[in-house]
């Protein structure tokens, strides 16, 4: 499996908060472009501050939350709680994936739907529930922490 990364992205995409009545503003369009940079990387919100301080020093942490929360919303980032850590922010990608979590380094990759789609078939099935957007968040050691 090997980390997934995002197309590159324009802030053109954030239209649809313009869109949705909200404004774009000057902050916003940092936080989208530290997303866009981080290469599939799964940031926290006080990642995303740190990324940001040089163009905004002054930029607040709740800010920063805020802005998320709207990017949330409107379905361009995705918020995930990948263990005991802070929430994780990653941009939407175009087809659901889950996350394998490495607990001796921390390192996340993403593992894409096709590859569960007939575990999730039989969950279904045998539940008789019409299964919604699911994140699935899986745990073990990374090739590199693995003895051997």
Do not use: N
């Not at 909200?22 to 740190?50: C, K, M, N, Y």
């Not at 850590?85 to 894409?112: D, K, Q, S």
């Amino acid at each position: 499996m090997k980390p997934h990364t995002h197309d590159s992205r324009s802030l053109v995409d954030i239209a649809s908060i313009r869109a949705s009545g909200r404004r774009v503003t000057r902050q916003r369009a940092l936080i989208w472009d530290a997303l866009l940079h981080a290469e599939g990387r799964h940031l926290s919100a006080r990642e995303i501050a740190r990324s940001v301080r040089a163009a905004a020093p002054d930029l607040h942490q709740a800010t920063i939350y805020r802005a998320l929360d709207v990017f949330v919303e409107e379905g361009l980032v995705r918020r995930s709680e990948l263990g005991d850590g802070p929430a994780l922010f990653e941009l939407a990608a175009e087809h659901r994936h889950h996350h394998v979590v490495c607990t001796t380094c921390g390192a996340v990759v993403h593992v894409h739907d096709d590859a569960l789609r007939g575990a999730l078939a039989k969950v279904a099935s045998e539940s008789g529930y019409e299964l919604g957007d699911a994140e699935l968040t899986f745990y073990g050691r990374c090739p590199a922490c693995s003895p051997g």
